[in-house]
Each structure stands twice: as C-alpha cells, then as structure tokens.
C-alpha cells in the first residue's frame, strides 16, 4: 500500500503511513502562469494499492483531489481508495428550491469516477454514502472523543441540540461521563437560541460535543449561558472544526479548551482519527 497525501490533509497521511507502515508518495503541485492547478505524483504507484488522502474543505481542494484521483489511475495503480476525513459539500445533499443540484451527489460521482472505494469521517448527511455507486464507508469518530475525556475530569457532556444526541450519548457510553442536551432554535446562520436543560451546572467541568463546528455561534451562546449557570469550566469538542473567520480564536477566548480532530488541520486539532482510518483500511484493501 502506498498513501498519497493531499496538500490538505499532510500530517494525517503521515499518521496512516506510520501505523500501517507503508510508503508515502512525493507529490509534486504548482499553479501554471495561468492559475490552473498541476499535481503530478512523482513516486511509483504501479500496480500498488493507493490510498489518496484529501479533506475537500473547498473547491480548491476538491479539484486537487479529483486531479490526484485521475493521475493515480492514469499511473497504473491496481486498487485507489479515497479518503476524505472532510467531506465538503455533504450537508447539501438534497434540493431545496427547482434548479438546483445535489451537490454531495455530484461530487461523489467526480471522485468515484476514478476509485474503487470511498472512506469518510463522520459525515454530515449519511445519505451521502448513497451516492456512491463503488463501496463506500463511514468511519466514526466517536471512539477517539471519548478516549480523549476519558481521564480529563469532565463531569458532564452537552449535546448542543437534539440532532446530536445520539453521538453525545455514544460517547457518554464509552467515556463513562454522563450527558444531557440542550434544546436549539436556529433563527439564521448565526443566530440561536438555547434553552438549558434542568441540570445543576454549578462548579461542574462541561464538555459540549458536536460533529462540525463551522463559526461556532451555537458553542459559544451555550457556553455562556453555561457559564452564566454557574459552571467551572466549559470546553467544546468536534470531528471536524471548519473554524471560520476569527471563530476558533473567539471559542479559545470563552472555553477552558477547544478539541477537534485533524481531519481538518488547526492549531486546535487535539486528537488523530489516524488509527480509526488505519482499521477501516485494512479491511477495505
């Protein structure tokens, strides 16, 4: 097996290669006098299982990965498996008004036009997987929040709305920390209401859990009303952490801490989902 690393997700690939101990690609990528992108794939991929590595956090990525999928086929390569800890685009995944395009739709047959299986991380829309027409999983990023509280002096866990139960009460399950939710009404994209829950949050340490944080504004209402609720401590964790504008500046500011996985490559990327994608590998080649 051969990782060959998108220039979004860098240090990830490396993590894979070291934990399956395979090679790591050189890949060569500039910008022609004319802005279009070149990449080209200067290590020898022939007739070797390629897994490409790619979170496709905007069009400039996503290109990039469609780029890397065609030269890895174009190179020979006997099996491509792609990679997206980040899946951009998979919370448009259905048409709200005529005229437009499913956008997670039209992505996932651009990949798939030159790989034979698909992984994700923690996918905003699991309908996703439905689009794909080669085999596609869904790796769950579940295990390492927990493992990362396990130990950490978190009293309980918050489940910012309802929508996220289910992954708060997994991770409740496997760090042995209790949890609850808050109730959330999204009057806009930046704008919310919250609603605590009957819970004593006085002199508490509170972890607040999400899939994707993307300004932050529902973090940062819950944490101050948390707060303002007489908690100790509040931080905030996700699989992916978008960050956008000074967001992820502003959380540090409000909480004790801010975790995300390195699907997404920040100063704020805590823990590695490296090993989770290692296992779904070895399974899927």
């Known amino acids: 097996m051969i990782v060959v690393p998108g220039s979004a997700s860098s240090g990830l690939s490396r993590k894979i290669a070291d934990i399956s101990g395979c090679e790591i690609a050189n890949v060569e990528k500039k910008r022609f006098p004319d802005g279009e992108m070149y990449v080209r794939i200067a290590s020898d991929v022939s007739g070797k299982d390629a897994v490409i590595v790619q979170s496709t956090t905007s069009d400039e990525k996503i290109l990039e990965a469609i ?3 065609d030269a890895t086929r174009e190179a020979n390569a006997r099996k491509i498996v792609f990679v997206a800890p980040y899946f951009g685009y998979a919370r448009q995944d259905k048409i709200f008004k005529p005229g437009e395009p499913i ?5 996932a047959r651009a990949i798939q036009a030159n790989c034979d299986a698909f992984l994700s991380v923690d996918l905003h829309a699991n309908s996703v997987i439905n689009w794909f027409t080669i085999p596609a999983f869904e790796i ?11 130990g950490k002096n978190i009293d309980i866990l918050v489940s910012p709305d309802k929508g996220g139960v289910e992954r708060v009460k997994r991770t409740s399950e496997l760090s042995g920390i209790p949890y609850v939710h808050l109730d959330k009404v999204r009057l806009d994209g930046h704008t919310v209401t919250i609603k605590l829950p009957d819970w004593d949050f006085r002199g508490k340490n509170v972890a607040i859990v999400d899939d994707i944080i993307s300004t932050g504004g529902t973090i940062k209402t819950a944490a101050k009303q948390m707060l303002d609720a007489g908690a100790k401590s509040v931080s905030c964790a996700c699989t992916h952490g978008l960050f956008l504008g000074n967001s992820g500046n502003e959380l540090a500011a409000l909480c004790n801490a801010v975790i995300a996985s390195d699907t997404i490559e920040t100063k704020f990327s805590s823990y590695s989902v490296a090993e989770e994608i290692e296992r779904a590998l070895s399974k899927v080649i």
């Open 67 to 69: 780029l890397l999928c």
């Open 140 to 150: 769950s990023a579940i295990p390492c929040v927990a493992n990362y509280f396990r």
């Open 103 to 107: 956008s997670a739709r039209a992505f």
